[in-house]
């Protein structure tokens, strides 16, 4: 006897566009998840692959209050997922479809394996924290974002340095030129800011990281703050010619004068993991961490 669909408890699916493996993967899965009374709610680029489901789109998925999130996708997918269900508990499943996948650990191939260990409640679910950031402009907060990853003031086209002033606690850090700056979560330490020459940091470190991009100075070097800490980052630059990216996917452009307030966020993500793989397991087949 099917269920009626309101009775039946629901999973959010968020998926990544443009990718072969969902033509047969999600019609698979909305019948295994049907099957033992699960109702698939889906944003509008599963529904591509899936016909007659709900389809409610990724910023009201919230209000469905489904049980699980499953992201289907990369790094990148996780991370507009994370923002989404930021300010719920509602935990995260994502499963590896992209190339890298740090954050992605679920392989294709453990995607049932994963959600049936979910049901019986023999998952850990790990909890990452984010950042949350306030653009202020003429004194007032003009934008507010959450974060797993990071927030990042950088340049446009223009290959022309920028003046930054970083601020901890109302106490001046440093003056200076570069073409951006990374203020990062434990979490992020992997992404850009690791490109940056930024530090690797164990995600459950309580801490800040501050990475300047290309600046013009042989002595500044990336900082590592306590958790909790206040930073504000003021700017001089060319308007219409800077950028506040959040997660690497989310851009507001930035006029001379603006000021970023970063500090951890009240709220964070919690990820679905079937195994015991540590962090630094993950280092190593990912980054080829300490290979010769």
């Known amino acids: ?27 698979e899965l909305i019948l295994w998840l049907r099957a033992r009374g699960f109702e698939a709610i889906l944003d509008p680029v599963s529904a591509n692959y899936a016909h007659e489901e709900r389809v409610v789109p990724r910023d009201k998925m919230p209000d469905q209050n ?15 997922a994370a923002r989404v269900f930021a300010k719920t508990s509602i935990p995260i499943m994502s499963v590896n479809l992209g190339s890298l ?22 998952c850990t679910i790990e909890s990452r924290a984010m950042l949350h950031s306030e653009l202020c402009r003429d004194g ?4 507010e974002h959450e974060a797993l990853n990071d927030v990042v003031l950088s340049k446009g086209s223009i290959a022309r340095m920028v003046n930054f002033t970083i601020r901890l606690d109302n106490q001046l850090v440093a003056s200076f030129r570069a073409d951006g700056v990374i203020v990062s979560t434990p979490t992020g330490s992997t992404a850009y800011s690791l490109a940056a020459n930024g530090p ?9 990281i501050v990475s300047p991009v290309c600046p013009h100075l042989l002595t500044l070097r990336p900082l590592v ?15 219409d010619q800077m950028y506040l990216t959040v997660d690497g996917q989310e851009a ?19 990820l679905v993991r079937l195994g015991a793989a540590g962090f630094f397991d993950v280092l190593r087949s990912k980054l080829k961490w300490g290979e010769r």
């Open 1 to 27: 006897m099917r269920l009626h669909w309101n009775l039946m408890r629901r999973i959010a699916i968020i998926s990544k566009p443009q990718k072969e493996e969902l033509v047969t993967l999600l019609p």
């Open 66 to 80: 489904p049980e699980l999130v499953v992201v289907l996708g990369g790094d990148g997918t996780l991370l507009a």
């Open 101 to 122: 996948g740090f954050l992605t650990e679920v392989r294709l191939a453990d995607i049932y394996t994963t959600l049936e260990g979910w049901c019986d409640n023999c």
């Open 140 to 143: 007032k907060i003009y934008a």
């Open 200 to 208: 690797i940091v164990v995600p459950d470190v309580d801490a800040l």
């Open 225 to 239: 703050v306590r958790g909790n800490a206040n930073l504000a980052l003021s700017i001089e630059g060319i308007p």
């Open 252 to 270: 507001i452009p930035l006029k001379v004068g603006d000021e970023l307030h970063c500090r951890r966020s009240q709220y964070g993500v919690r």
